[in-house]
């Protein structure tokens, strides 16, 4: 199991502001993120990253520029090779 590895931890968005004068404000959010990674004997790791693992669907607006949804799940991986 010493190949074998894994984090994550939240990730925390405060509050912001919808425009200038700064009296109406966005919640704040928390997305959670995780990794996990695997070494092959031959050196190769594996690797798979996801990101808003909860896919939290928290938007933030401004009164000029209309609202954006926040970045939804997403997973990547990785394989590379050590020498």
Not at 11 to 23: A, D, V
Not at 25 to 51: M, R, W
Request: charged share 15%; with cysteine; proline share 4%.
């Amino acid at each position: 199991m010493a190949r074998l590895g894994f984090g994550g931890g939240p990730r925390y968005i405060g509050e912001s502001y919808k425009y200038l004068p700064n009296n109406v404000a966005n919640d704040a959010y928390t997305v959670f993120d995780a990794v996990a990674h695997y070494t092959l004997l031959d050196g190769t790791e594996v690797q798979v990253n996801a990101s808003n693992i909860f896919n939290n669907g928290d938007a933030t607006c401004t009164t000029s520029g209309g609202c954006q949804y926040i970045s939804p799940r997403i997973a990547t991986g990785k394989v590379s090779y050590h020498w």
